[in-house]
């Protein structure tokens, strides 16, 4: 299992769960920010058809900003197994840090989704969904450039909050650090 969009500072966060069938090949799959967009939507189909089970959770921006980001994170987490078709024997997690409540054994692999194929496989899931949703938002927000930064602090998008205020999908608890969070969302 893995996560996209936990530092973003619009949009959701989302986490897949991947379950690899017997046999199924492993040598593909890394580390989605190591892949080009155009190779994770190549790979994004194939996972979908030759995995045991996928399973996406989302969680949006305003339930990110009532209850912070990394419990959002868990909750995409959860959900994501929970939409697994089959339970799994052992999730398997990228990072250091175990789902609160899942009711399944659970491992935290530091840089797993570089290491361990089925949480790369997850992490492109993760990450293909969530470009896709940011790339809507984009249609709806185009002043963001969000079909560029995704919702990432870059130096563009920065200027873009300056300039025009944060929009609605924007977090709005983010922490930014406090003068910078005061000077971009108006909070003073």
């Not at 973003?8 to 199924?24: H, N, T, Y």
């Not at 290491?115 to 249609?139: F, L, N, T, W």
Request: net charge positive.
């Amino acid at each position: 299992m893995d996560e996209a969009g936990r530092g973003a500072l619009a949009g959701p966060v989302v986490a897949a769960a991947v379950i690899f069938r017997q046999g199924q090949d492993r040598s593909i799959y890394t580390d989605s920010k190591k892949l080009s967009p155009a190779r994770r939507e190549e790979l994004f189909p194939i996972i979908l058809a030759s995995s045991m089970a996928v399973g996406i959770g989302v969680v949006h921006h305003q339930h990110i900003d009532e209850i912070n980001i990394l419990r959002a994170t868990y909750v995409a987490m959860a959900k994501a197994v929970s939409r697994l078709e089959q339970a799994p024997t052992l999730v398997l997690i990228d990072g250091n840090r175990r789902v609160p409540d899942l009711p399944y054994p659970q491992k935290t692999v530091v840089k797993g989704d570089l290491r361990v194929p089925v949480i790369g496989a997850a992490s492109i899931v993760a990450k293909v969904i969530r470009d896709r949703i940011m790339r809507g938002y984009h249609q709806v927000f185009p002043d963001y450039c969000f079909y560029d930064n995704k919702g990432y602090g870059t130096a563009k998008h920065y200027a873009m909050i300056e300039a025009h205020g944060p929009c609605r999908i924007h977090r709005l608890s983010f922490e930014l650090g406090l003068t910078k969070q005061l000077t971009l969302f108006k909070l003073k």
